[in-house]
Structures are given as C-alpha cells and as structure tokens.
C-alpha cells in the first residue's frame, strides 16, 4: 500500500510540475498586447462575445502566423485592434494589401481602415479551437489562480521541507 501511494504522489507531483512549467512557460512568451506567442503560435483566449458567432466565450483558438506571402485579397484574419489604451482582437477580410518588403505589409481591412502587418495574428483558417478550454487557461495565467496554483503550493512544500530539516537536526545522534 505504501509503494502504491508513493508512485501516486509521484504521478502527481509529475503532473503539477510539467502544469506549473507549461503556465510558466506561456506567462513568459506574453507579447507586448498581452497575448502568448510561441514560435509562430499565438493562443487568443475569447474572453468576450465580440468574436460571435464563429467563437464564443471561453475557446482558445490557437492561430498560425502566416507568412507574408501566403497572406492574399480577400483573406479572413485574426488582427490586434488599438483604440487608446485597450487593445482588442478582431476579425476582418482583407480588401487590399500593399508589400514593403518581403516581410512586411500593410492591410486594408473591410470597412476601409488600414493596419501594419505588425498587428496582424494569422488567419482564420489556419487556426485550430479548443472550446472552453480558454476559461480555463485565462484563470491560470491569471495573478489570483498563478498565485493559488503555482506560488502558494510551491510556499507550503518548502515550508514542509523546513520542518523536515529542524526536526533532523534537533533529533539526537543515533549512534
């Protein structure tokens, strides 16, 4: 009984640690409108209804940058939207586009507004949706759950090991 429980307290400090690095791991790649990107992947988490009726709140869509040259007239795109302050996340058609160089290129979306190929995420159907599972990472990445899920257990096992340490060392020399 002792070895099965041993091997499920490893199962699941195995498990916490590859979350705890993963959730670490996203929070650092934040770009700077506060989205993770990793290599060419960006994970949009619809935290609103302004995405309807394709995406409902709580999917995470995880969208493909797509190279500049694969990007073409008449493409449905997931761009970064900047109004003072707050930046949103929206979806447009591209009516035009005009290349600066190979890398670069400015869209002109429908409803006749341009943008920068720097605020453009990838398009639409090069991206993959996980229902509800966006919920779910917007309380992890979140202050509160990283603090409840990652800190405070991590604070509680050194304490625990701190006792351990004190009871050893006030334990008289068995010799």
Known sequence: M???????GIILISIYSIMAIALTICLLNY???????LNDKSLIIVKDNELEPTYKKGDLIIVTKNPNK???????VFFYMQEDDEITINIGNIVDKQNINANEATYTMNGDYSISSEYFIGKTDTSKVYHNVG???????????FLFIIIFPILIFFIYEIFIVIQEIKKPDEE
Do not use: A, H, Y
């Open 2 to 8: 002792k070895k099965v429980l041993k091997i499920i």
């Open 135 to 145: 919920s779910v990472l917007n309380v992890l990445e979140s202050r509160i759950g």
């Open 31 to 37: 770009n700077k409108f506060k989205i993770t990107v």
């Open 70 to 76: 694969d990007v073409k007239k008449g493409d449905k």
